[in-house]
């Protein structure tokens, strides 16, 4: 019997990352093995031993030592929900001064499906530099959703997170 795919569940800070532990039960229950990385200040906010306990992968937020283990088994899909403004722009030009970023330019170096779910303010959307990095990184081949998906009235319903689920059931379907 094959093992669960790996999903990498990148989480930046947005108020959705207060409330991903519901996100991580949805997608276990969904068949997926997740392992969370967080962005510091995301990390900050999220109870990690919980999570970590969800899982039964650490949260990771910081760059291991060389000599360390690789804490998560490779991923076979990655999602990071929520997007922010910060991450997507910095990611989009290839800045790696973060875990999640180095990360994140590695996965799409190496070709990995990857289904970005942004929850960015209406006044920095309309930043110039925010909708051609954007369309960088789908042409880098990420999927990225519309921007209002993790900001509409049932972003605090029990169905939050219907949308990230079936996506990334479309994904796992694919691969």
Request: one cysteine or more; charged letters at 20%; hydrophobic letters at 45%.
């Amino acid at each position: 019997m094959s093992q669960a795919p790996v999903l990498y569940l990148i989480v930046c800070a947005a108020p959705p990352a207060q409330r991903i532990g519901e996100l991580v039960e949805l997608l276990m229950a969904d068949g997926w093995r997740v392992c969370l990385i967080a962005t510091p200040i995301a990390a900050s906010w999220l109870d990690c031993d919980v999570l970590a306990d969800q899982t039964g992968y650490p949260v990771r937020a910081q760059w291991r030592r060389p000599d360390d283990p690789e804490p998560h088994p490779p991923a076979d899909v990655a999602a990071v929900v929520p997007a922010t403004f910060n991450t997507l722009n910095k990611w989009a030009t290839g800045a790696s001064d973060t875990l999640v970023l180095g990360i994140l330019n590695e996965l799409l170096g190496s070709g990995l499906p990857i289904q970005v779910f942004p929850r960015v303010k209406a006044v920095l959307t309309a930043h110039p530099a925010y909708q051609p990095n954007l369309e960088r990184l789908r042409e880098a081949g990420v999927v990225v959703h519309d921007g209002d998906v993790l900001r509409t009235p049932e972003e605090m319903s029990p169905n939050r997170w219907a949308v990230v689920v079936d996506a990334l059931r479309a994904t796992r379907s694919d691969t």
